[in-house]
């Protein structure tokens, strides 16, 4: 648990930040002068031992169609030829969909995407 307070750019007549870390999550709020931020900081100390501070809810997470019938019908149809668009929308739908349409955003790792290239390789070898 951490409140530090500090100027980002140092120098008279520069801002002094607050900045927060607390249980791996971070962030910073712009004070104004050094006593306000020490105010600042002290409060923000207090309510971190009370466990009253709160920081910016998570957005939910959504599945990997899900967030991917967004790009495709809202970016690509208006940003891509139709041709494109088409080819984009048929490779979720006959390859990508089936591995990772269900999963969750958060849930897909680097060795998931590595193990998937892989077998799309072999087959088109084969």
């Known amino acids: 648990m951490g409140v530090v307070i ?20 971070r962030t910073s709020r712009k004070i104004g002068d050094r ?10 100390r207090a309510k971190l031992q009370l466990g009253e501070f709160g920081f910016k809810k998570e957005k939910p997470i959504c599945t990997f ?8 019908n809202g970016f690509s149809k208006i940003n891509h030829k139709p041709s494109t668009h088409q080819s984009y929308k048929s490779a979720l739908d006959n ?10 955003l958060n849930e897909i790792r680097k060795k998931d ?14």
């Open 113 to 126: 995407v590595k193990k998937f290239v892989k077998s799309i390789n072999e087959r088109a070898r084969n």
């Open 6 to 25: 500090r100027q980002k750019i140092k120098g008279k007549g520069k801002p002094w930040w607050v900045f927060i870390s607390y249980r791996g999550k």
């Open 65 to 72: 169609k899900e967030y991917s019938q967004t790009f495709i």
């Open 95 to 104: 390859h990508i969909y089936p591995v990772f349409g269900n999963m969750w």
């Open 35 to 44: 006593r306000a931020a020490e105010a600042v900081a002290s409060k923000i």
